[in-house]
């Protein structure tokens, strides 16, 4: 079982932002900016190579959730960072799937 899923079965406490019927949202606990918060699906998938087509409009709400967290945390006009790492190499340390959002300051680091 991973710390995620540890959050969503109430076990670990965590600082949440959004949560409706098919996702969590909250603060990651070592912030790489100003704003940083996960989205988790409460649909334990390890990462997008996980995902089925069946999976599709989880994978879009959780792009739509993320504009909302932006809204909520005051970085909708000013620019946030979407990301997400599939496997080891990519740096995914907690293998369940999880949407980063950073923003609250410029953002370096990835040609764009």
Do not use: C, W
Not at 39 to 67: F, Q, T, W, Y
Not at 70 to 85: H, K
Not at 95 to 111: C, D, K, N, Q, W
Request: no cysteine.
């Amino acid at each position: 079982m991973t710390i995620f899923q540890k959050i969503l079965d109430g076990e670990i406490p965590a600082h949440v932002v959004y949560e409706d019927e098919r996702v969590l949202a909250f603060r990651d606990i070592h912030p790489a900016a100003p704003v940083h918060v996960l989205i988790i699906p409460r649909k334990p998938l390890i990462d997008v190579r996980a995902a089925e087509e069946e999976d599709a409009l989880l994978l879009g709400h959780m792009i739509l959730v993320s504009r909302e967290v932006a809204r909520r945390e005051g970085v909708l006009e000013s620019g946030y960072r979407l990301v997400i790492n599939n496997g080891t190499d990519a740096g995914q340390e907690v293998f369940h799937l999880h949407l980063h959002v950073m923003g609250g300051a410029r953002l370096g680091g990835l040609a764009g």
